[in-house]
């Protein structure tokens, strides 16, 4: 199994930054697909950025330019630097990997997902 660990949410006020982690532990060959997504009360939960073992990076519309992710593959870990957070950006945030756990070939990867982590920005 794999579990993900998720830190560094907080409340914070408008234009401040916040840096969030998230770090894979358990049976890794590796990780294909790394993002944060998030979730505000009465919205679905949409991709804010991810990151592929390629090096491919996508950012949601709304935050490029602000946030940063990025990834340690020795460590298993992503991170997602946001800068001048608005309002707007408030929610509980997710980290899901897309892990593949064994070496074989056409092994498929398991998606696993953090428990969240909640970011409040106030005005």
């Known amino acids: 199994q794999v579990q993900l660990a998720e830190s560094g949410g907080d409340l914070v006020q408008t234009g401040e930054s916040l840096r969030l982690s998230c770090v894979a532990s358990?049976?890794?060959?590796?990780?294909?697909?790394m993002g944060w997504y998030r979730q505000a009360p009465g919205n679905q939960r949409e991709l804010v950025a991810s990151?592929?073992?390629?090096?491919?990076?996508k950012y949601a519309d709304s935050v490029e330019g602000r946030f940063t992710i990025s990834r340690d593959n020795t460590k298993n870990t992503v991170t997602l630097q946001m800068n001048s957070l608005k309002p707007e950006d408030t929610a509980v945030y997710y980290c899901?990997?897309?892990?593949?756990?064994?070496?074989?070939?056409?092994?498929?990867?398991?998606?696993?997902w953090g428990q969240g982590t909640q970011v409040t920005v106030s005005s």
């Open positions: 899901h990997m897309k892990v593949k756990r064994s070496s074989y070939y056409f092994a498929q990867p398991y998606d696993y």
């Open positions: 358990g049976t890794i060959f590796s990780i294909n697909f």
């Open positions: 990151i592929t073992d390629g090096g491919y990076i």
